[in-house]
């Protein structure tokens, strides 16, 4: 058994403004990064595109219908001072959801142990209705509602360690009583939301703010206490991560000071709870991470325990 990389092909066509941080180069550092020989024996596969049926499982499709209007002819769009689109991004947003479900296919066929979608734009901003966040669609949670709905799984997991909260990941899954959704972020940050008290319709959602100069020790600390017993009882059959690196230390939005180092232990100790209550089954996919370098050494440290934990 081994590690896929879903690989999106359209990333690159997903343009943004000059100087915005979710910039095209992200999928250039990513793909550098794991172009490098110590990737040589990931299984990679490109991203399929998806259709509205999928897409409706995280979202209304007057949205969805929403955003394909939107998507401009020439030039860029903006659905808000942080999110724009242009001809390009229906086609990488697409796959983006597309990568997710098949990754989740591949994993669960025994195609492969785990798997990492390298894609862009990020999902976990997208609510039901409304696009925000650099996010358009909410690909994590329609993954995790894939493999509840066409692939029969009883009980999903999504873990989240962007530094931001994944409010758009919390509100798809707020009445899904089958999906845990747990986030670690630091707040106060953008998009506001993430409170403790914030625990879903039937106590399926758990927020662990990390303030603002707190580092991974912290981090450590919060998933060895709160984390990784909740996943312990819960028992799910999958293990869904958003793996955003912003809370880099050199990230430039956040003020989180965790390190590869740091984003090694997490990968290793959610690979290994994976191992513990569903054959090691995990699906994680690119969230943030907004300096370059960082991001490329954090995604290869991320990956390669993967690999480890595919072996």
Same mark, same amino acid.
């Given at each position: $058994? #081994?590690?896929?990389?879903?690989?999106?092909?359209?990333?690159?066509?997903? +343009?943004? &403004?000059?100087?915005?941080? *979710?910039?095209?180069?992200?999928?250039?550092?990513?793909?550098?990064?794991?172009? +490098?020989?110590?990737?040589?024996?990931?299984?990679?596969?490109?991203?399929?595109?998806?259709?509205?049926?999928?897409?409706?499982?995280?979202?209304?499709?007057?949205?969805?219908?929403? /955003?394909?209007?939107? /998507?401009?002819? #020439?030039?860029?769009?903006?659905?808000? &001072?942080?999110?724009?689109v242009g001809p390009g991004s229906l086609g990488a947003a697409l796959a983006g959801v597309g990568g997710c479900v098949a990754a989740v296919d591949a994993v669960l066929d025994g195609r492969a142990q785990n798997a990492f979608v390298a894609t862009r734009p990020?999902?976990?901003?997208? *609510? !039901?209705?409304?696009?925000?966040?650099?996010?358009?669609? @909410?690909?994590?949670?329609?993954?995790? !509602?894939? +493999?509840? *709905? #066409?692939?029969?799984?009883?009980?999903?997991?999504?873990?989240?360690?962007?530094?931001?909260?994944?409010?758009?990941?919390?509100?798809?899954l707020w009445e899904e009583d089958r999906a845990l959704f747990i986030s670690s972020h630091q707040m106060p940050l953008y998009p506001g939301t993430g409170a403790a008290s914030e625990r879903g319709g039937s106590d399926n959602v758990m927020n662990?703010?990390?303030?603002?100069?707190?580092?991974?020790? $912290?981090?450590?600390?919060?998933?060895t206490d709160h984390v990784i017993p909740r996943l312990?009882?819960?028992?799910?059959?999958? /293990?869904?991560? @958003?793996?955003g690196f912003d809370a880099h230390a050199d990230d430039p939005l956040a003020n989180?000071?965790? #390190? *590869?180092?740091?984003? +090694?232990?997490?990968? !290793?100790?959610l690979c290994e709870m994976a191992d513990a209550v569903c054959d090691g089954h995990v699906v994680s996919t690119l969230e943030g991470g907004y300096d370059l370098e960082a991001l490329a050494a954090s995604v290869a440290t991320h990956v390669d325990m993967l690999q480890e934990a595919g072996r």
């Open positions: $058994m #081994t590690t896929l990389l879903v690989a999106n092909a359209h990333a690159t066509d997903h +343009a943004m &403004p000059q100087g915005h941080p *979710e910039q095209v180069a992200r999928a250039g550092a990513v793909t550098g990064a794991l172009s +490098a020989p110590a990737f040589s024996g990931l299984l990679r596969m490109a991203a399929p595109t998806t259709d509205d049926a999928v897409l409706r499982l995280g979202h209304p499709q007057s949205h969805i219908d929403a /955003i394909r209007d939107a /998507i401009p002819d #020439t030039g860029l769009r903006a659905l808000d &001072p942080d999110t724009h990020p999902g976990h901003h997208a *609510e !039901r209705d409304r696009a925000m966040g650099f996010c358009l669609f @909410s690909s994590i949670a329609i993954a995790a !509602r894939h +493999a509840l *709905e #066409t692939r029969g799984l009883d009980r999903v997991a999504v873990v989240d360690f962007d530094v931001h909260h994944g409010n758009g990941t919390q509100d798809v662990l703010p990390l303030p603002p100069g707190s580092d991974g020790a $912290m981090m450590r600390q919060v998933y312990t009882a819960w028992k799910p059959d999958l /293990i869904l991560i @958003s793996a989180l000071g965790w #390190t *590869e180092a740091d984003f +090694a232990w997490v990968t !290793r100790a």
